[in-house]
């Protein structure tokens, strides 16, 4: 794959972030209603929401959109500077290998450093032996343990 640029998402990725997310979302069996997909990308391109997307591609064919990452800012109480967390990270199945992720985690870094945020932090499954591999080359994995409460 030629280089390609990673940028924030614009409206007109809404096609192709909407593929790629209800493959996502396939992948982790989860189900939202068109409602949610749309709030969820109004968030996204909203300069205001602290819900943001990288996306690796640009329009066309040539530079098709092939991997996104979702990015939540958020206040952390040791510190002033703003926290990001790495929400989601999606590459197409036929992008895999050609380095998609490390330019999204690499760009989003960028970012990090360029706007002053103390860290980066995600999750993944255990069994995510291929994201995993990424993972430990780019981060260092901590001995925290996850605990969830689902609200209803």
């Given at each position: ?74 206040p ?33 870094l ?15 499954e ?6 995993r ?20």
């Amino acid at each position: 794959m030629a280089t390609v640029a990673v940028r924030e998402a614009e409206a007109a990725d809404w096609p192709a972030w909407h593929r790629m997310w209800r493959a996502n979302c396939a992948h982790f069996r989860a189900s939202l209603s068109a409602a949610e997909n749309e709030e969820l990308w109004r968030r996204i391109i909203d300069p205001d929401n602290p819900v943001g997307a990288l996306v690796c591609g640009g329009p066309g064919a040539e530079d098709a959109v092939v991997g996104f990452a979702h990015y939540v800012l958020h206040p952390h109480t040791f510190s002033s500077q703003m926290v990001c967390y790495l929400e989601d990270l999606w590459v197409e199945p036929s992008a895999r290998g050609a380095g998609v992720g490390r330019r999204l985690i690499d760009a989003l870094l960028a970012r990090g450093r360029d706007r002053g945020w103390r860290r980066i932090y995600w999750h993944t499954e255990a069994d995510n032996a291929a994201a995993r591999a990424l993972y430990g080359r780019v981060a260092q994995l901590t001995d925290y343990v996850r605990y969830d409460i689902a609200l209803p």
